[in-house]
């Protein structure tokens, strides 16, 4: 455990460093603030447009952030050469790829917090109450790029960090529509589009059920049932991602 720490602790350092990663948080908190624009051209509901578009905009940056700095966590070591180094030592890959993922959780746990912070002070200073149930849907937020970023981790075991990209978004991208793709193919698809949709929805997670946008933004009643077992789905998912990527990182030869 103490050797998944210490490469967790060299990972969060490592994209703390990373330019990359601050132009990505600062060009999101000017997002979130540049919304306060539109609030002067809207005729009430400021604090709903200002709440609505700093979730977008969170999940947008996160996913930013899991995808283009997730898949450099085992890519770079693999072209730098360190992994030899890394690897020769009493460090198992397990061990490497929970710690980079730590690592990377870490890194989006901090940059999600600053970002919700700038969101709630910005929606306090329009509505002058404090809105907690926003940390909420930061939370599932965050999960959601919990399971983004094991899958990017995945894909950079065995592909190019370009192919990586790629493939990430496109799970977002599936996840986040897999239910309307689900009706879309039994209405107008071919057995062969309905094989390859289902396939698909049952294989790929359903993202939209970490989406609590709509719900908080509108303050729709949730149900704290379902609420757990979406946090239980996810966490679940993320280690069963996880295993499938020491499973090929095991088998991978560096030689």
Request: aromatic share 10%.
């Amino acid at each position: 455990m103490r050797r998944v720490l210490t490469i967790a602790q060299m990972a969060f350092t490592e994209t703390v460093r990373d330019k990359i990663l601050y132009s990505i948080l600062v060009f999101a908190l000017a997002m979130i603030g540049s919304s306060t624009i539109l609030v002067t051209l809207s005729v009430g509901g400021e604090g709903r447009i200002v709440r609505n578009l700093g979730l977008a905009c969170i999940t947008l940056f996160g996913l930013f952030i899991a995808v283009f700095i997730g898949i450099n966590l085992v890519s770079r070591e693999i072209e730098r050469r360190t992994i030899f180094s890394l690897l020769s030592k009493p460090v198992r890959r397990a061990e490497f790829l929970v710690g980079k993922f730590l690592g990377l959780g870490l890194t989006l746990a901090v940059n999600l917090g600053i970002m919700a912070a700038g969101l709630m002070v910005l929606a306090w200073a329009l509505e002058d109450h404090w809105t907690p149930r926003i940390l909420l849907a930061i939370g599932f937020t965050f999960l959601e790029l919990l399971i983004l970023t094991a899958f990017a981790i995945l894909f950079s075991t065995f592909s190019t960090p370009t192919l990586s990209a790629i493939y990430t978004l496109l799970v977002f991208v599936i996840g986040r529509l897999s239910a309307d793709l689900m009706e879309f193919a039994s209405q107008f698809g071919g057995p062969s589009l309905k094989a390859t949709v289902n396939v698909l929805y049952y294989l790929l997670p359903n993202l939209a059920q970490f989406n609590l946008s709509s719900a908080v933004v509108n303050r729709l009643p949730l149900d704290p049932w379902v609420l757990t077992l979406t946090a239980i789905y996810g966490v679940l998912y993320v280690a069963g991602i996880l295993s499938v990527a020491i499973a090929v990182f095991q088998r991978r030869d560096f030689r």
